[in-house]
């Protein structure tokens, strides 16, 4: 692999984690400043965006697969089992920490996903987890305590409610990154994922009547910002994301990535004033070294593996 085509992958990666973190505070400005709702908001994300993916592999290689999987019977209902408690759950979770907190402590708070995914292989495997384990699981902790305390034992940061659904958001996302392996194999990550998008935002719609749009303040800067969230929050940085992989290790991927948490407290920070002092910057570092602390065990050729092939 030349070094123009590995500097060509990071940049795709960079570009994406960036994009997904402001998108984040895109979400927050939209519900703090124009009153939209939470379930408004992941239904059109995910409609949307299942619909592209789903016409963009139309025009691939792989189009029989976009109709294939619905015929598949056993691999239907995983579909359907994973755009539920996959794709909706992560999403809607996701969005409701942000509108009960705000984006930067919902994105690290979701970045404990793959400390939960590593407990979760620990006790499957029935094996004792390495020191790059141990050490991720002490940053997470150590970096969870500093966000929701501040350095301050006896008083939260956040709301219970924030920290609530930021827990089930990384859990969520533990899930959403093991379960859809044989269906990403099988089928194609694009069709899996605008399946599952489409089909977890069809599921919300009915259940919350999106198609109601009362209460929302629409101006040209509130469109503007849900077709930011749709098309640079999704359906972009996805394929960079996915693309990169074809120029850098996944390893080296999931470092770059970590770049998401640290763009959504910035630009919480700076444009929405959110207030983040000495502690929570150290709680960010921690949750972010995570990140670092289980991709030195990835190089690894034994031990628990994250990648989304483990099964």
Same mark, same amino acid.
């Given at each position: 692999?030349?070094?123009?085509?590995? =500097? #060509?992958?990071?940049?795709?990666? =960079?570009?994406?984690?960036?994009?997904?973190?402001?998108?984040?505070?895109? &979400?927050?400005?939209? +519900?703090?400043?124009?009153?939209?709702?939470?379930?408004? %908001?992941?239904?059109?994300?995910?409609?949307?965006?299942?619909?592209?993916?789903?016409?963009?592999?139309?025009?691939?290689?792989?189009?029989?697969?976009?109709?294939?999987?619905?015929?598949?019977?056993?691999?239907? %209902? #995983?579909?359907?089992?994973?755009?539920?408690?996959?794709?909706?759950?992560?999403?809607?979770?996701?969005?409701? &920490?942000?509108?009960?907190?705000?984006?930067?402590? &919902?994105?690290? %708070?979701?970045?404990?996903?793959?400390?939960?995914?590593?407990? *979760?292989?620990?006790?499957?495997?029935?094996? +004792?987890?390495?020191?790059?384990?141990?050490?991720?699981?002490?940053?997470?902790?150590?970096?969870? *305590?500093?966000?929701?305390?501040?350095?301050?034992?006896?008083?939260?940061?956040?709301?219970?409610?924030?920290?609530?659904?930021?827990?089930?958001?990384?859990?969520?996302?533990?899930?959403?990154?093991?379960?859809?392996?044989? %269906?990403?194999?099988?089928?194609?990550?694009?069709?899996?994922?605008?399946?599952?998008?489409?089909?977890?935002?069809?599921?919300?719609?009915?259940?919350?009547?999106?198609?109601?749009?009362?209460? +929302? /303040?629409?101006?040209?800067?509130?469109?503007?910002?849900?077709?930011?969230?749709?098309?640079?929050?999704?359906?972009?940085?996805?394929?960079?994301?996915?693309?990169?992989? /074809?120029?850098?290790?996944?390893?080296?991927?999931?470092?770059?990535?970590?770049?998401?948490?640290? &763009?959504?407290? =910035?630009?919480?920070?700076?444009?929405?004033?959110?207030?983040?002092?000495?502690?929570?910057?150290?709680?960010?570092?921690?949750?972010?070294?995570?990140?670092?602390?289980?991709? #030195?065990?990835?190089?690894?050729?034994?031990?628990? $593996?994250? $990648?989304?092939?483990?099964?």
């Amino acid at each position: 692999m030349s070094s123009s085509a590995r =500097i #060509r992958g990071f940049i795709m990666v =960079i570009v994406a984690s960036i994009l997904w973190g402001v998108s984040g505070t895109v &979400a927050q400005s939209l +519900m703090q400043h124009h009153q939209f709702q939470t379930d408004w %908001l992941v239904a059109v994300r995910l409609l949307a965006s299942g619909i592209l993916l789903l016409l963009l592999s139309l025009m691939g290689a792989g189009r029989q697969n976009v109709w294939g999987i619905l015929r598949s019977g056993e691999d239907f %209902l #995983r579909l359907l089992l994973f755009s539920i408690l996959g794709m909706l759950a992560v999403q809607y979770t996701f969005f409701a &920490a942000i509108e009960a907190g705000n984006a930067a402590t &919902a994105t690290l %708070l979701q970045y404990l996903g793959p400390v939960f995914l590593v407990c *979760y292989f620990i006790i499957r495997l029935r094996k +004792m987890p390495s020191v790059a384990q141990v050490t991720a699981l002490v940053l997470a902790l150590g970096g969870t *305590y500093f966000l929701i305390t501040g350095g301050n034992p006896g008083k939260l940061t956040i709301s219970v409610s924030a920290l609530a659904w930021g827990l089930a958001s990384a859990l969520a996302l533990a899930f959403y990154t093991v379960y859809p392996t044989l %269906l990403l194999g099988r089928w194609g990550s694009t069709v899996v994922l605008g399946w599952a998008m489409l089909i977890g935002g069809i599921a919300l719609g009915l259940a919350t009547q999106t198609w109601e749009i009362t209460g +929302m /303040n629409w101006s040209p800067t509130s469109v503007m910002a849900v077709l930011f969230i749709i098309l640079f929050g999704t359906l972009i940085p996805f394929y960079l994301y996915v693309d990169s992989l /074809n120029y850098i290790r996944p390893t080296e991927t999931s470092l770059l990535a970590s770049g998401e948490p640290l &763009a959504a407290v =910035i630009t919480a920070v700076v444009w929405l004033h959110v207030p983040f002092g000495l502690f929570e910057w150290i709680g960010t570092l921690c949750i972010i070294g995570t990140v670092f602390a289980l991709s #030195r065990h990835q190089e690894k050729p034994k031990g628990v $593996s994250l $990648s989304m092939a483990e099964d």
